[in-house]
């Protein structure tokens, strides 16, 4: 434990470097960090709590953040806090706001007219709905296409402004004259949340599975922002939680026996989870198999089915 | 505490007759009761619990969860869960949401085709924006008015489905396609909180500064809901949340002086707050004075400045 | 909303002055500042990310933390953040982990050895067990008594201390070993907590039925570190929060008619609300009417009954 | 979205069979459930909040419960929620409250006499310090010096009460008395969880390194009622979670190579991860090495180096 008598806030250059500078995402959204409370060393500071003082120094600070992070110990990463100021369209922003562990302070379209922005997608950015994934896409519609969605987009928003100004105009409540606005109309907020819990919404949030708008604010916070703030944290977390894949206990057992080599014992295994269940096409679609031979694939292993 | 070795699960045969029963709310939405967990008796239940076995029951239920809630002691109150099942305008939801102490699972847009269904403003429900409280409105529009004001909106909400539906039927992803729809389009999930927790966003959103949707809600829920689930500790809440009133330590200094009649001191002491700043048109606006003014009006007692 | 790009850490000289420094508390205890962010400026911009660009500066700062503070509006005050270093006999250190809204890093004696010091009490510090109250004390043992206490606790936390070393010294694993400290061991540990639940702990904790113990932390962290950080939240806080009373329906219900002079309908009144039961020996007591009374007193009012 | 205006009640006969019944823990604990609400039915019930009334029920309600726990769909487990009553030592306990996602209610000291029990250890109970894990145990000790062991704390136990009594016989308040208490003295709390939370809890503690004490009550918890609750949610829990394990990047990259059989590519890579540095007498400890090789043997792959 720390015993000096005087203390000095702990300062990080790289990240004051960028205080209040916006980094853009999207057409009109931007991330800027309003402020910020500890770095790498505060992580290591709260972890030598535990160790009182007769504990020598016995690993570097950068052994001891990657140890914690790998073996789930979280409570030092709570240590670190940031604040950020957003700006983000509503849509994502009902994404955003179900991380329930985080400080919140939004724009209000109650008291204040609302931000005359909405969300614009190019012609080269309307996505296709995914076959095999209901909640995903896949590739982008052509120009032609993209052509017409993004004049007809813009026809809606141009009306939904339209609608509102004449509700202001004609002295409507601004509570209840936004109720018909996009989805689309951008909000802002600051954001304060501290680095355990950034880092787990970063880890549902710059996942491929995240929607692409969302996905673009993860990535700058998390290679912009943290990647400044914490660098010795953030190359762990990719290291350790990013790049990571975990095999579940029934996925263990094949794995062992692929390795070993024993084919028929591998197929039966997979036969008694119920993964080779067969139609006259062939194997019928099973969710489990499926990722399990994503993983071998991954390891340059072939299905042994 | 108790020490039986046999439990019963607690069973409010008021709640449980409208189990399911959805209680409408605005034009289109919903709250119904999924299930719960407790009631009256596990606040008790859980109080006793700090007594140990030698004392004996000294206070009957009532008086004791009204002590509770009097007082503050607020865990016994968590120890009862209830599971809504909610359909909300999204500008309400907005709004519900921000309550981070409840487990959500919301209908998904991304997965799902969005829910056919707007919250349509009634010609005679068309509000009028307050003056003096930036987020407030006071009175309703005529009809001829709101009969103009539901057209236009009724012509939005139809070319926003419209645009949806030619999205989708080229094939644009679910999670795009759903990106200008209006904030009254209707959303449902499944919202779980404890009766504590109830408690505090019921105090909020049914107060008479939360906006008419909500409140709404509220009220139902209150009235409805929490008056058949628990309903001691429902009268205690109105009783000393709902209908009390807060005296700051300013004011408490003024209300003895004038209880005192004593004019002179009253008016020092409120001159040295900052509370009696003139103008040529006579005190100028002080908002802590116009509250305090108010609480004395409805302590039937004259100002005395 | 801000819309400057640069944008400057904020910083509190008079917090920074003793930054580190031990705040002694208990006979061996103390709290010290760690780190920070934000203060009584952070609250207004947060709170004026509300307004938008157009929102002239309508409200002082001081104004404005003044009526968010009355009026509940609790989240700008999240958005500051302390981090203390706290040392706290272990019994005290039980009740303070119940906040749950903070974040944590505790000396660990499974890892390290237990830190050695148990809080002694003085002998004029030994307290009466109050007789109205039962889980408060009222008065304090004389010397000749305390002397005998404070005599027979030094056994006690010397056996203990003793029975540990021998533990330790034969090889009992640490985490074992450690089963039978006594309460009054001493722990450290770093707490992080933003400054609207900072301020929910110090109501409950300051309060006067608060015990001995925390509310002595309490006071020092209120006192000597918020009165530093955030002092403008700070004279807020005492004046609305900490000096307010708050009057229930019933109350207010009586307070009126007792304004009134009305004193046939006072006494109808609150026979109906069950608080005028009598016995021989005149009133029984009943907690609600009594802390009525405590009010009128406060006032300068006589009972009515 | 179910669409019935009748619901009933979740019920799990399984569970409702032990309701109130005490499984013991330790020498003088227990764990036993008070109420609970909803089952396996209810994570379907909510998962499929998603879905709307178009989708058809694809999946049986087995491979969704598993398919949502595998991938980290928390939200559907948050659906369910559990009260126990248990008694634990409070060193124990003090590990427990460190879970803050849960309702807690215990037993007070201050407003009543502290419950007349202590933890014993038998004296093939007591543990010797590890060697390489500075928070953990290994092995016991013989009869003869586990016997001195329990004496010894037994004297202890014996005059911690006895003080605690004299304490209260002269009237010292009762929040002071219990000051030097043992840590080994029981507690009792009732504890309300959501399960998701409480498969958090339980993968922690149920953990071969979470200490004995914790882990008999996670054990118990997880065995005797979780597994009654909500069987299917269990088994994937085990399957899952329990029974997996996670390689990092840097451990995936290496375990490509091994499978290619590309061994010089290998000792290049971990030499690059500085997991190979070598002293006189050999590798030097690296514990990210050292975990892996773990893993390696856990597979029946031998060490590449």
Request: hydrophobic fraction near 35%; glycine fraction near 6%; charged fraction near 30%.
């Amino acid at each position: 434990m720390e015993n000096q008598e005087k203390l000095d806030k702990i300062v990080i250059p790289e990240l004051d470097a960028v205080l209040g500078k916006k980094f853009k995402v999207l057409d009109d959204g931007f991330v800027r960090v309003v402020d910020y409370m500890g770095g790498d060393e505060s992580i290591v500071q709260a972890a030598r709590v535990s160790y009182g003082k007769g504990t020598k120094k016995v690993s570097e600070d950068r052994g001891l953040i990657r140890y914690l992070l790998r073996n789930h110990h979280t409570t030092p990463f709570e240590m670190c806090e940031i604040k950020l100021h957003v700006r983000v369209p509503m849509d994502a922003w009902r994404q955003w706001i179900r991380h329930r562990t985080a400080n919140v302070n939004e724009y209000s379209t109650r008291y204040s007219i609302a931000i005359d922005a909405s969300q614009k997608t190019g012609i080269d950015e309307w996505r296709i709905q995914a076959q095999d994934n209901k909640q995903g896409s896949e590739g982008f519609f052509g120009n032609e296409e993209g052509s017409k969605l993004s004049q007809r987009e813009s026809e809606l928003q141009n009306f939904a402004r339209e609608i509102y100004q004449e509700r202001l105009a004609v002295g409507v409540a601004r509570e209840q004259a936004r109720k018909d606005l996009p989805l689309s109309t951008y909000t802002e907020a600051y954001w304060k949340i501290d680095l355990h819990n950034l880092l787990h919404f970063l880890v549902l949030r710059m996942d491929q599975h995240a929607q692409f708008e969302i996905r673009s604010y993860a990535n700058v916070i998390g290679n912009e922002i943290v990647n400044r703030w914490c660098p010795i944290a953030w190359e762990a977390f990719k290291d350790y939680i990013m790049n990571s894949k975990s095999f579940t206990g029934l996925e263990l057992q094949l794995l062992k026996l692929i390795i070993q080599g024993n084919k028929d014992e591998i197929v039966k295994a997979a036969e008694s989870f119920g993964w080779l269940k067969r139609t006259e096409k062939g194997l019928s679609r099973n969710r489990e198999r499926i990722e399990f031979e994503d993983k071998l694939e991954f390891l340059g292993l072939n299905k042994p089915w």
